[in-house]
């Protein structure tokens, strides 16, 4: 069920410039009853026409490709609103992970990544959610946390109630909603709605802002994350 109520499966658009790549991805996600592939794509800018046409609901989206590149792709595709971008590469490298964050992806997975672990990346973006493992948090924060110009306002925090500087302390440590939920001894239906209040009162677009914002605005401070 998508975030407007709509019923129907997740629409999916592949983007790899390997044809057996992007057919082993297919094979993965024909068995899903709630996932649709809707298109594929072998280059960014085949990749931006077809989001651009089909409007799938995730983008998984190769980086090294000919021609257009995946996080130039991810950039046009996030600034048209045509679809949430997950990126698979393999390569682990923190410039691919920062700048297709920068770029606006939701998240970022190894093409390694276990067929489950995929799907439920499908799932969790899907749902409104940036895809932010443990470890990639931590690397978001020691990226973010270290000086330099702050990109955020701190003073909006005063706009937070205490219960949500809490909830936005607790994602920025790196934990899940049912994590949080137990913390708090609250249900995981009322950690979603102060989630999204944070979100909005900060004006920031996922999870992944909101890491970043805790850290520039010294809500948080490195070492001090459950994650680590």
Known sequence: MSETGATGPMRVLLVDDQDLVRAGFRMILSVE?????VGEASDGEKAVELALQLRPDVVLMDVQMPGLD?????????????????ILTTFDRDDYL??????????????????????EAIQVVHSGHALLAPEVTRRVIKRFSGGGE???????????????????????????????????????????????????????????????????????????????
Do not use: M, W
């Open 33 to 37: 009853s709630d996932i649709e592939v």
């Open 98 to 119: 920062f700048e297709s964050l920068g770029a606006g992806a939701s998240g970022f997975l190894l093409k390694n990544t276990a067929p489950e672990d995929l799907v």
């Open 150 to 228: 702050r990109v955020y306002r701190p003073d909006l925090v005063a706009d937070l109630t205490e219960r949500e500087r809490e909830v936005l302390g607790l994602i920025a440590r790196g934990l899940t909603n049912t994590e949080i939920a137990g913390q708090l001894f609250v249900g995981e239906a009322t950690v979603k709605t102060h989630v999204s209040r944070v979100l909005l009162k900060l004006g920031l677009r996922d999870r992944v802002q909101a890491v970043v914002f805790a850290y520039e605005c010294g809500l948080v401070v490195p070492g001090d994350d459950a994650a680590s």
């Open 70 to 86: 995946g996080i130039a792709a991810t950039q046009r595709i996030v600034a048209a609103d045509a679809g949430k971008v997950v």
